[in-house]
């Protein structure tokens, strides 16, 4: 997953990569909390 963001700024170090890597790590932090919460 974080190859493909590197790859997306490399290619173009646009909003696009900054959005699509905030996303990933927004998505991160949900699931761990998540697991924290209702393990």
């Known amino acids: 997953m ?3 963001v590197v790859l ?3 290619l ?3 909003l ?3 959005v699509v890597e ?3 790590a927004f998505l ?3 699931w761990l909390a998540y697991k ?3 393990a």
């Open 22 to 24: 905030a996303a990933a």
């Open 12 to 14: 173009n170090s646009s």
């Open 2 to 4: 974080k190859m493909v």
């Open 28 to 30: 991160c932090f949900l």
């Open 16 to 18: 696009l990569a900054v």
């Open 8 to 10: 997306l700024a490399l």
């Open 36 to 38: 924290l919460i209702f």
